[in-house]
């Protein structure tokens, strides 16, 4: 494989050619630069599959194809717009999913991704019931540093679960899905929080729309004239704080309106044994008042510091009995 590799190697750099440490050639993109590969996954309107670049040294990709038949059928162009824009805003930091290139053809748009090789965090939940305190902490820490940033560019995500909290090779969070979220520019943003909407003489406010998914969804989103804030997604960073601990989200029912009653009325229980810190976070996060919510109010010193110094974050934790053994061995 390798002399073979030096050979088209050789080829192309005689031809201006060289691919170069993408695995690509030239600043166009097709789906001739990739092999494509297994299925991955399934959108309501996307199919995502492993793409591996034609030329050496072969890089892995994840190709979002998206149908334009059916996105304008379904009417979804928004929210597949605003996917591709958040994701290029979002581009410098290792916890957001990175969008390479998009590009189209007559019936598909195409969005080439960072592969995230080990899935959905939701699939590790399911496999070991729940984590420990320490892991919790390594992933939920992640999690709100991807958060941190995402609110600095003025996006709110608005629908943050285990399933669009990807996990790349070695482990690392990489956040996906960004269809729902919303990205403010910064004069919409006044003292931290979204600036509320102007309403034209004799109009109405804006309308609310439920995003999001039924058991993460906030109270504030779910009660009359309230739009989502950088502090929805605190909400449901609780709510999968709470869920990587106990293996099951907080508030769940038959139902999705019976949901939605135990989220307005804060009916969830802590199984026995929930380390003691991270319930003091939880109930910190799940407040249903989201100026009241830890972070939920950055212009009167209640910003998303006030979670990065909580101990959940910051205790000490005791040596792991393979860290202590390591320490040994020195
Ligand atoms: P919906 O559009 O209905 O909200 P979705 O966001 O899960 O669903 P896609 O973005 O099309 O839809 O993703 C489909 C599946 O493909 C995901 O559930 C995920 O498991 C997998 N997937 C998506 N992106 C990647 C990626 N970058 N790396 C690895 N797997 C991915």
Redesign the pocket.
Known sequence: VRSRDRELQQQQALIGMTPNAMGVVGNRRSTEDFEIGDV?????????TLATTVHPPYRQY?L?VLDKEHIKRERKTKYVLIERDTLKTLDGHPGV?KLWWTFQDEWSLYYV????EN??LLKWIKKYGSFDLRSARYYVAQILSAVEYMHEKGVIHRDLKP??I?LDRNMRV?I??F?TAKLLRQDEIKDGQPAPAEVQPGGRPRARSFVGTPEYVSPEILSEGRESSFSSDFWALGCVLYQVLAGHPPFQARTEYLTFQKIINLQYDFPPGFPAHARDLVEKLLVVDPLARLGGDPANGNGIEAIKSHPFFTERLRPTRSSLSEAGAQ
């Open positions: 991955l996954g399934e959108g309501s309107y996307s199919t995502v994840a979002k999913i991704l960072e592969y995230a899935g959905e399933e669009n990807l990489k996906t899905d269809g």
